[in-house]
């Protein structure tokens, strides 16, 4: 399985950037696919997860953030609004080997697949 992740960049606080991931490579539609991120010295952490329609999302991104999917292109979006300084970090694109209910990605360690990250800095 491969991701590759696009989309990351700088962007003033208050401002958006959509994220995108496209997978290949033994994908199925009912697995979760989903975005963690990390900042130096610190853990991993969810940011959104989506299966079957259903989504998770962190706490300090809801009503920010919205993750969707698009199945005929195995591909997972991030639209990131009123960014903030604290996203700042490098963001991880992810889908899992099997079905699982979303609330085990609350633990990054979950996730089988992970691509290479994307650097998203919020900063004036």
């Known amino acids: 399985v491969q991701l590759q992740a696009s989309g990351g960049g700088l962007v003033q606080p208050g401002g958006s950037l959509t994220l995108s991931c496209a997978a290949s490579g033994g994908i199925f539609s009912a697995n979760a696919m989903g975005w963690y991120r990390q900042v130096p010295g610190k853990q991993r952490e969810l940011v959104a997860a989506?299966?079957?329609?259903?989504?998770n999302y962190a706490d300090s991104v809801k009503g920010r953030f919205t993750i969707s999917r698009d199945n005929t292109k195995n591909t997972v979006y991030l639209q990131m609004n009123s960014l903030k300084p604290e996203d700042t970090a490098v963001y991880y694109c992810?889908?899992?080997?099997?079905?699982?209910?979303?609330?085990?990605?609350?633990?990054?360690?979950?996730?089988?697949?992970w691509g290479k990250g994307t650097q998203v800095t919020v900063s004036s």
């Open positions: 992810t889908t899992d080997s099997v079905f699982r209910r979303l609330d085990y990605y609350n633990d990054y360690r979950t996730m089988a697949y």
């Open positions: 989506i299966t079957r329609g259903s989504t």
